[in-house]
């Protein structure tokens, strides 16, 4: 079965604009969850949404939001972009959510995001 | 406070031998899960092995085990009969409850080079 497609897979903003990600999970998954990976920071949770609804949030400044639409696609968005916001995000559908412990995640390739 | 720990920024290993990844995490939920991921230079990240913390026996799969010491908080990744494919990052993971949100945690990983 197809994975999880992220969209797009790289781009480039300035600063103050605002840029909009696209995740589509596996079918069937009502799970996705959306991470930052930097060289900094590593890589870190920023949100889960579960049959539509924000379940488990990271803490990360209210300039990063999301939505899952109906049909379990996500998107996330961040506003008023910095230079420290360039980094791989990261989608991840899962059967259970974060929630479960035995809750496998399946990524997706990512989106790089440079900001200048 | 780091709850996954990675000591081990890189490591380097003969083609067809074993190799172990450390990991050490801190947590006082007596639930919890571990998980080991791989990423590959592409970025996308591979699911690889899971251990619960209630689990009696140590978690393999494939080439890939899971050195789970309960007591010492540690959860080591083994791969035996290393192949080139197998040069990635390699990321320990753990679900814990903070900020009244389940929160997926990673390590700073791991990366892992095979030679011929």
């Known amino acids: 079965k197809a994975g999880v497609t992220q969209t797009p897979r790289y781009l480039i903003k300035t600063r103050g604009q605002q840029v909009t990600l696209s995740c589509s999970p596996i079918s069937g998954h009502r799970s996705v969850s959306w991470y930052q990976q930097t060289p900094g920071q590593g890589l870190q949770f920023l949100f889960e949404?579960?049959?539509?609804?924000?379940?488990n949030k990271g803490n990360f400044p209210g300039r990063f939001s999301g939505r899952q639409f109906s049909n379990s696609r996500s998107e996330m968005n961040v506003s008023t972009l910095e230079l420290g916001d360039s980094a791989l995000y990261l989608c991840a559908s899962s059967q259970l959510g974060v929630s479960s412990g035995a809750n496998v995640l399946t990524f997706g390739a990512g989106s790089r995001l440079t900001v200048l | 406070a780091q709850k996954i720990t990675q000591t081990q920024p890189g490591m380097f290993v003969q083609e067809k031998e074993a190799v172990t990844l450390d990991c050490t995490y801190d947590t006082s939920d007596p639930s919890y899960g571990l998980f080991w991921y791989k990423q590959p230079s592409s970025g996308e990240m591979i699911f690889l092995i899971y251990q619960g913390s209630y689990d009696q026996q140590n978690a393999t799969e494939g080439r890939y085990s899971l050195n789970f010491q309960k007591a010492r908080k540690s959860a080591n990744l083994v791969i035996s009969a290393s192949q080139l494919g197998d040069s990635a990052m390699y990321f320990c993971a753990m679900r814990e409850f903070r900020g009244g949100s389940y929160i997926p945690t990673f390590g700073r990983g791991t990366s892992l080079i095979v030679h011929p």
């Open positions: 949404y579960f049959s539509e609804t924000q379940r």
